[in-house]
């Protein structure tokens, strides 16, 4: 690469600004996970596998699909996984990216995944209370409109977030070479 030529990209304007990931950049914290960052990550994606796959079944069973699965014992077996495994998710993705602040933050699809991710708690939050407050079922247990919409989203968002990192682990190819 030429020094001093500055190459741009749609994303530039949506990525966190260098200074502050060069002010997160800690080499001693780096050198301390280096041995574990596969594990790191490996732990990530695991994580993240049953934390999709349980918002997903429960999202299903909500939107009306196997209605005889009693939905309370449901209920009960699939959030304390969903909030294991988002609470693990969290924890290792933030330490995927202080392992190398300057090299996770200059990924293109960083920033929109944690934007994603932000509106998924959100949409979590308020399913979650007007559930509790029992404005999202009809008097038969059938989801209202804004209760559908909102699971619909939430699984949308969770789907976003996945199809973001995987996008900043291996972009597409600018370039193809077989063609
Ligand atoms: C604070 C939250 C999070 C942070 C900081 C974070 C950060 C990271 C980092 C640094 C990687 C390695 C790839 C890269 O360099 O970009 C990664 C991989 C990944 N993350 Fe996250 N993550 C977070 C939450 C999540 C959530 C909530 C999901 C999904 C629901 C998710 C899904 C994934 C997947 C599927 C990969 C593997 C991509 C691949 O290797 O193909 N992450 N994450």
């Not at 749609?10 to 050198?31: C, K």
């Not at 009306?64 to 304390?80: H, K, Q, S």
Request: glycine share 6%; with cysteine.
């Amino acid at each position: 690469m030429t020094p001093g030529l500055a190459f741009t990209n749609a994303m530039d304007s949506f990525r966190i600004p260098a200074q502050y990931l060069i002010a997160m950049d800690n080499r001693t914290l780096h050198f301390a996970l280096q041995p574990w960052q596969f594990l790191i990550r490996a732990v990530h994606v695991f994580t993240v596998s049953i934390f999709f796959g349980a918002v997903l079944l429960l999202n299903l069973r909500l939107l009306g699909r196997a209605v005889e699965l009693p939905l309370r014992p449901f209920f009960r077996l699939a959030m304390p996984v969903i909030h294991s495994s988002l609470a693990v998710t969290m924890l290792t993705g933030v330490a995927l990216f202080f392992y190398d602040p300057v090299a996770v933050g200059s990924h293109d699809w960083l920033t929109p995944k944690l934007l994603f991710i932000t509106l998924g708690f959100m949409n979590a939050a308020w399913l979650n209370s007007n559930g509790k407050a029992g404005r999202l079922t009809t008097p038969n247990g059938q989801l209202t409109m804004p209760g559908r919409t909102a699971v619909i989203i939430a699984l949308a968002l969770w789907t976003l977030t996945i199809f973001c990192s995987c996008l900043n682990a291996e972009p597409p190819p600018r370039l193809f070479l077989g063609s």
